[in-house]
């Protein structure tokens, strides 16, 4: 107590001396809450201040310092306390930890009592705790690596790997529980189980062994007939075949939809409730009787279904709960199956007319089909060939008839040609028989087995296609050995073929053109010669021409001075063949002739306007003579003397003469100025003979002539120009009067043809040789050979001018040996005369 006493003396002091130094508010605030906190240490302190006898003041500092005083003994109460439960909440919560780590070890104990490995992945969290023994699951390679045991694909096949895979991203993502039972890739089952526990996916992956092992593959095993099961059924009751089943008893037990629309039931509940039958009663006793004495029954049977017959494949099995049966319409197959031995057949007609030999042996390498061309082909019997002989056979028979080539081996030259019955690809051989016959055979696999032989004749083949090589030969030499340069494009406008001179006239180098260049690569490579734009153009469409193809020819000149004569010639084939011959030489002769051709049309132009000329300024005079002759002969100007007389008259004659020359001038002058023109109008070949005959009269009776007229009776007339026709007449019969020899005759015929008039004029003269006779008819040609007859040599000409003009023609008569013949013929065809006269 009396510690006690000192201590609050000590504590009092303290006060008194805080408030003597003015910290008394200081005190209280600090006491205040612990004065409030009990009302018990407030009546101990108003107890200990009676006691003390204290004024107010000093009470205050008294009461501060007794506060101060409570709150350090209830804190130290209070600290002692908490200590104390401290300390007994210590012991119980190591016990409760000692019991924890207990649990633990029991549940670990238990749960690593079986190979498992545990993988869980905290919420929000990528990186995985692994536990357990993962030597028993992964291979020893994984071992070192504990996160390696997450690479599936290292410890198990790719399939079940993949579904681990998704599994675990279902289970981390969307919290997806699964149960896989799995093998490893080392033959190894184990179960795989993931679920979301507590904010975590949990992994467990255990090894299946013994019981659990076996429950797991009878689970699957159930899970996945039952699957089998749906899935047979969904496809039964898809199917459009109708299927169904039966008890032992015969009663319906099963049917699909198609079974129930075959039968015309209203569903298939419908069908086993009446019991429908899809077949006939008939075909159902024997397909129950059949699968009373076998396990198995199939038929193609004909149904009716909605009034239409149809075939059906039925195929059924027994059970030993009853059976099963489907059947599938095989309408179609039947009549496919029929189509395709009516094509066999009509295949076979047709390889039966081919001109090859075709054979085609079976799969047992025996004949079964052959046509007339192979039996003719090979001279075989056709009592041997309808008795199916093998492949063999029919080789030995052959070679026994020396109608196969020699063969040093033949046994391994047959087995070569066996080989075809278990190749896939069809072979091609040429056999060169000793006969002289060349053989092509081609072996072609069947599908189905066995092998087709076909055989061709091409002896005469090989002989055309060596002779058309050397055809080739014989054209690629001549081109070759040709002055005229030769190409010849393809319808690709590409050189295919060119001979040597192409590449010297245009200077090419001949590596260049086996490249087959281009047209237009061409037309560049020669241009330094010919640059010619629009000649070239020509010439390229003109190869490359799809339609329209036809011939272009052309004239060039080049800048060496050559001239050449480019054409381009299609080909059947559709390439165009260009040449191109040098007419340097040729075009210089043809210039210097055409130059001189031009001089001597100019001299014989300037010969007729001379003739012409000189002919007109001659008329004019003429006329005055004849005209004052004609004057003085005339009586009423008075007498004259006889020798007077005589002299008129030969002035009358000459001037005649000599104007009858000019107008046949002047007339051949205007026909060859094309100014002539024709009055036709009917023309009596009687009346225009006579009248002709009457101008020669004198001259016959001078020279003691005789004129034969021959004329048909049925001449009539004809269309032609009267004037002309009695000048032609005229001329004739002077020419031939001129040329007779006294006491001679001269005939003149007419005779009508179906299309001509035909005049003739015979005399008896001299005649004229063949090689004058094309001479005659040109201006001032004449000839007298030796007869008396003097002429300008214009006669002739005119009768030549006048008919031509008439559209006839004149010639003399090659079967006359002595004298002259000269036949006119006019035509009678009025449009021939017309044309001619234009």
């Excluded at 091409?458 to 040709?482: K, P």
């Excluded at 205007?670 to 005959?693: F, Q, S």
């Excluded at 032609?728 to 006294?742: D, E, Q, T």
């Amino acid at each position: 107590m009396s510690g006690v006493v000192a201590t609050m003396r000590r504590t009092l002091l303290s006060c008194t001396s805080l408030a003597r130094n003015g910290l008394t508010g200081l005190a209280f605030s600090v006491l205040l809450p612990a004065a409030s906190a009990s009302a018990a240490e407030i009546a101990i302190s108003e107890a200990i201040a009676d006691w003390l006898d204290l004024n107010h003041q000093e009470f205050a500092v008294l009461a501060t310092a007794m506060a101060l005083l409570g709150f350090s003994v209830v804190s130290a109460i209070l600290l002692m306390r908490n200590r104390t439960r401290a300390a007994r909440n210590e012991s119980k919560l190591r016990a409760e930890i000692n019991e924890l780590a207990s649990q633990t070890d029991r549940l670990s104990a238990l749960l690593f009592a079986e190979p498992q490995v545990l993988i869980s992945w905290p919420a929000g969290d990528d990186r995985p705790r692994i536990s357990g023994d993962i030597s028993l699951l992964v291979p020893e390679g994984l071992q070192q690596s504990p996160q390696r045991i997450l690479a599936f694909g290292a410890w198990l096949p790719p399939e079940p790997a993949l579904q681990m895979d998704r599994a675990v991203d279902a289970l981390r993502e969307k919290g997806e529980g699964f149960l896989l039972n799995l093998a490893t890739s080392a033959g190894r089952a184990v179960e795989a189980m993931g679920r979301a526990i507590g904010g975590q996916a949990i992994v467990r992956i255990r090894e299946l062994s013994g019981v659990r092992r076996e429950l797991a593959e009878s689970s699957t095993r159930y899970k996945t007939l039952l699957e089998e099961t749906e899935l047979l059924r969904d496809f039964a009751g898809a199917a459009p075949w109708p299927i169904w089943a039966k008890d032992s008893r015969g009663m319906l037990r099963y049917a699909n939809a198609a079974y129930a629309r075959a039968t015309e039931a209203r569903s298939v509940a419908d069908a086993i409730h009446r019991n429908l039958e899809l077949l006939e009663s008939d075909q159902c006793a024997d397909m129950s009787r059949a699968l009373n004495d076998n396990a198995a029954y199939s038929a193609r049977l004909p149904v009716v279904l909605s009034g239409e017959r149809r075939t059906y494949d039925v195929q059924a099995m027994r059970f030993d709960s009853g059976s099963a049966a489907i059947a599938v319409d095989a309408s179609e197959v039947a009549q496919l199956k029929a189509a395709l031995i009516r094509m066999a057949e009509a295949h076979r007609r047709t390889l039966d007319q081919l001109s090859s030999g075709v054979a085609v042996f079976d799969a047992d390498r025996r004949l079964s089909f052959y046509n007339e061309s192979y039996r003719k082909l090979w001279g075989l019997d056709q009592a041997f060939l309808d008795g199916h002989p093998d492949d063999s056979s029919v080789l030995d028979r052959l070679r026994a008839n020396r109608k196969l080539p020699e063969q040093p081996d033949f046994r391994a030259w047959k087995a070569k040609l066996h080989e075809a019955y278990r190749a896939v690809e069809s072979e091609t051989y040429t056999w060169f028989l000793p006969d002289g016959r060349a053989v092509a055979v081609v072996t072609t696999p069947n599908l189905e087995g066995g092998v087709t032989y076909l055989f061709d004749n091409v002896t005469e083949s090989l002989d055309m296609a060596r002779r058309f090589d050397g055809l080739i030969r014989v054209q690629r030499e001549t081109l070759d050995n040709l002055t005229e340069a030769v190409a010849v494009f393809g319808s690709n406008g590409r050189a295919q073929l060119f001979n040597p001179a192409f590449a010297r006239m245009w200077k090419l180098s001949p590596d260049v053109m086996r490249e087959q260049p281009h047209i237009e690569t061409v037309e560049e490579l020669c241009r330094p010669l010919f640059d010619d734009a629009l000649t070239w153009r020509a010439l390229r469409e003109a190869i490359t021409a799809i339609e329209n193809r036809a011939q272009v020819a052309q004239k060039i000149e080049r800048r060496d001075g050559s001239v050449l004569e480019c054409m381009t010639i299609p080909l059947p084939d559709g390439a165009t063949m260009l040449t191109f011959q040098d007419i340097t030489d040729t075009e210089n002769v043809e210039r210097a002739l055409r130059e001189r051709n031009e001089a001597l049309e100019a001299a014989d132009q300037m010969k007729v306007d001379f003739v012409h000329h000189v002919s007109y300024e001659l008329r004019s005079p003429l006329t005055t003579i004849i005209g004052f002759a004609h004057l003085l002969s005339d009586p009423s100007t008075g007498p004259m003397t006889p020798k007077q007389a005589e002299y008129v008259d030969y002035i009358t004659k000459s001037t005649d003469a000599l104007l009858a020359l000019t107008n046949n001038i002047l007339d051949l002058a205007t026909i060859d100025a094309g100014a002539m023109k024709l009055e036709l109008g009917p023309v009596d070949v009687r009346k225009a003979i006579a009248a002709a005959a009457q101008g020669i009269q004198d001259r016959l009776a001078t020279d003691r002539i005789t004129l034969n007229i021959d004329v048909g009776s049925d001449i009539g007339s004809f269309t032609a120009d009267w004037s002309r026709v009695v000048q032609v007449l005229y001329n004739l019969l002077a020419n031939a009067v001129g040329v007779a020899p006294h006491d001679s005759v001269v005939v003149i015929s007419a005779r009508r043809t179906d299309t001509h008039v035909v005049f003739k004029v015979a005399d008896s003269g001299p005649g004229i040789p063949p090689e004058a006779k094309d001479k005659v008819f040109n201006w001032f040609e004449t000839y007298a050979s030796g007869s008396r007859h003097r002429g300008a040599g214009l006669g002739l000409s005119l009768v030549r001018s006048f008919v031509e003009l008439h559209g006839g023609e004149v010639r003399f008569d090659p079967a006359v040996t002595k004298g002259t013949t000269v036949i006119c013929e006019f035509p009678l065809d009025r449009a021939a005369q017309r044309h001619a006269a234009e």
